[in-house]
């Protein structure tokens, strides 16, 4: 059986995979990313956790390697990127990881790796045509067509967060500009609006999430608030997909019940009547879905 590696290389954590063919996940090691010693100590992690999965494993043929930041993977280098790793705009991922470990290395997006394995071993098994969403600090997405990652002309589709929305109109975008959902509806935008509106110390989102729960006013609103808007992007864009099925991942989607009452309501205000039964849920796989991901990008390459 064909043995692969999956890595999932983030801000905070960098893990490794060792996966088979049937997609079983067969080992799993983790360190903390060491983002702020810049990319040849980050590629120096993930080489040496794909050494540690791998060790004493047979022959693994290729990795797979799902990174932060707009991956362009024919020339399988990071485009852009926030600063949440020190230079990594500009990093030639595939080439630094292949030549580190002299094993065939194919990169993409880390939502896009989320996607994969979802659509593998998750919440979208057996469907072709997939929308994935994932909310958290920021929000992104994954648009998978005929069992295929839709990565498009200058490899930034799926950043959903930057659809403009009405309830974000002239709020500030992390990205320079103005009115996106992600200025509104991701899981800072959220905790920020109740800190501000609430005039209250909560240390995060969970805190909010409870406080909506017991009835608090404020965080009903903010809560569903977001949501709602959340939910007007995913019917829009599912208007021009069509996917089969819509799964949510992300810290934000564990708010509880009144968050994906007011997500199902803001999409079906949107989608076209011949949608409205497509169904909704959450993602499965938790993190373990990013290395499965990467690690069928991987068994592409290993044939």
């Not at 991956?71 to 990071?78: A, L, N, T």
């Not at 200058?154 to 967060?161: E, N, P, Y």
Request: net charge negative; aromatic share 2%; glycine share 18%.
């Amino acid at each position: 059986m064909t043995l692969v590696v999956g890595v999932d290389i983030g801000g905070t954590k960098t893990s490794a995979g060792l996966v088979d063919s049937s997609g079983t996940l067969l080992a799993v090691r983790t360190l903390p990313t060491p983002a702020a010693q810049g990319p040849a100590a980050v590629l120096d992690t993930a080489a040496g956790l794909v050494a540690e999965v791998a060790f004493g494993a047979g022959d693994v043929t290729a990795v797979g390697v799902g990174s932060a930041g707009v991956v362009d993977p024919r020339r399988g280098v990071i485009v852009s990127a926030t600063g949440a790793i020190t230079g990594w705009a500009g990093t030639d991922l595939r080439g630094e990881v292949s030549r580190r470990l002299g094993l065939p290395v194919t990169v993409g997006n880390d939502v896009h790796a989320h996607a994969l394995g979802e659509q593998w071993r998750g919440a979208a098994a057996g469907y072709a045509d997939v929308l994935l969403v994932a909310v958290g600090t920021g929000i992104g997405a994954s648009v998978v067509l005929g069992g295929r990652v839709l990565r498009g002309a200058h490899s930034v589709a799926g950043h959903a967060g930057h659809v403009p929305v009405v309830a974000a109109a002239g709020r500030p975008c992390p990205c320079g500009g103005h009115g996106h959902v992600e200025a509104v509806a991701s899981g800072p935008a959220m905790l920020a609006e109740y800190r501000a509106r609430a005039a209250a110390a909560v240390a995060g989102l969970a805190d909010v999430a409870r406080l909506a729960a017991q009835g608090d006013r404020i965080a009903v609103s903010v809560l569903t608030g977001g949501a709602a808007a959340l939910g007007s992007t995913i019917g829009g864009l599912m208007n021009v997909i069509d996917p089969e099925v819509v799964v949510v991942g992300g810290g934000v989607a564990a708010c509880g019940e009144l968050w994906w009452q007011a997500l199902r309501e803001g999409i079906a205000a949107e989608v076209l009547p011949a949608l409205r039964e497509v169904p909704v849920g959450p993602a499965v796989l938790g993190g373990d879905a990013a290395l499965l991901g990467a690690a069928r990008m991987a068994l592409e390459v290993a044939g």
